[in-house]
């Protein structure tokens, strides 16, 4: 690689959108876990994802995955805990997402965008389409 080349490779990095996440794990007393099919037109239409969304400027990590997973599935958390953060930078984005286990919630999950939800075994989860930046959660869900 050329010095130009690496100052490319390094600006474009810089130049990525830049998105903080939060997303719920609905973890049933059966080990089966919630996951929801991406709707949009993007280049994610199709794949799985745990719900969630994006946090807003100076709202807590908690408080957005409640208004999200409400907005998203109807759900109202009752317990949730800390489980997993991480990074992910896909080719034109950068995304740091919390992952909360929420083990416990009022009223029964529904796809309110328009999406699809599935409950999957925990053990399951890596025969499913699921972002690339939700794949790290198969392996730490399995050790639960």
């Known amino acids: 690689m050329r010095i130009g080349q690496k100052i490319q490779a390094v600006s474009?990095?810089?130049?990525?959108?830049?998105?903080?996440?939060?997303?719920?794990?609905?973890?049933?007393?059966?080990?089966?876990?919630?996951i929801?099919?991406?709707?949009d037109d993007g280049p994610f239409?199709?794949?799985?994802?745990?719900?969630g969304g994006k946090i807003r400027d100076s709202e807590a990590a908690d408080a957005?995955?409640?208004?999200?997973?409400?907005e998203e599935i109807g759900v109202e958390i009752v317990k949730s805990e800390r489980f997993l953060a991480l990074?992910?930078?896909?080719?034109?984005?950068?995304?740091?997402?919390?992952?909360?286990l929420v083990r416990e919630w009022r009223n029964e999950p529904?796809?309110?965008?328009?999406?699809?939800?599935?409950?999957v075994l925990k053990d399951a989860l890596d025969g499913e389409a699921l972002l690339p930046a939700d794949l790290p959660v198969i392996e730490a869900l399995k050790a639960l």
């Open 12 to 34: 474009r990095q810089v130049d990525l959108i830049r998105f903080n996440v939060v997303a719920g794990i609905l973890l049933d007393s059966s080990g089966r876990v919630l």
């Open 110 to 119: 529904a796809g309110l965008e328009g999406q699809a939800l599935k409950w």
């Open 45 to 51: 239409h199709g794949l799985w994802e745990f719900p």
């Open 36 to 39: 929801s099919e991406r709707v």
């Open 87 to 100: 990074a992910h930078t896909y080719p034109d984005r950068h995304v740091d997402i919390e992952f909360h």
């Open 64 to 70: 957005a995955l409640e208004r999200e997973l409400v």
